[in-house]
């Protein structure tokens, strides 16, 4: 099993930036990929980034040069730098966990509780 904490999220102007956390603590890890997914009200759960231990990154379109995430692979923790954000940034971040890098929420088998963001115009 593996647990995921997220924090950060918050409430932030347009322009402004967040920056979320996302621990993973549980059974021993080697190879792994962690992400972002977003769900906005009324809205699909949508891919926003992943990387792999390996340092492959995948990012959404609508987030590059924008968003920047990071990872610390002794603390088993990502981060993930939201700059620039704009009203339509809003949603509840997902922490996500599993073993090969896609943008669908199928190929994850942990997820993080959810962290609201709000970005107000």
């Known amino acids: 099993q593996v647990q995921l904490v997220e924090s950060g999220g918050g409430l932030v102007q347009a322009g402004g930036s967040l920056r979320l956390s996302c621990a993973a603590s549980?059974?021993?890890?080697?190879?792994?990929?962690m992400g972002w997914f977003r769900q906005a009200p009324g809205k699909e759960r949508e891919f926003v980034v992943a990387t792999s231990s390996g340092g492959t990154t995948d990012y959404a379109d609508s987030v590059k040069g924008r968003f920047i995430i990071s990872r610390d692979n002794a603390k088993n923790t990502v981060y993930l730098q939201m700059n620039s954000l704009r009203p339509e940034d809003t949603a509840v971040y997902y922490c996500?966990?599993?073993?090969?890098?896609?943008?669908?929420?199928?190929?994850?088998?942990?997820w993080g509780q959810g962290t609201q963001v709000t970005v107000s115009s």
């Open positions: 996500a966990f599993g073993w090969s890098l896609g943008t669908t929420p199928a190929y994850y088998s942990y």
């Open positions: 549980g059974r021993t890890f080697e190879s792994y990929v």
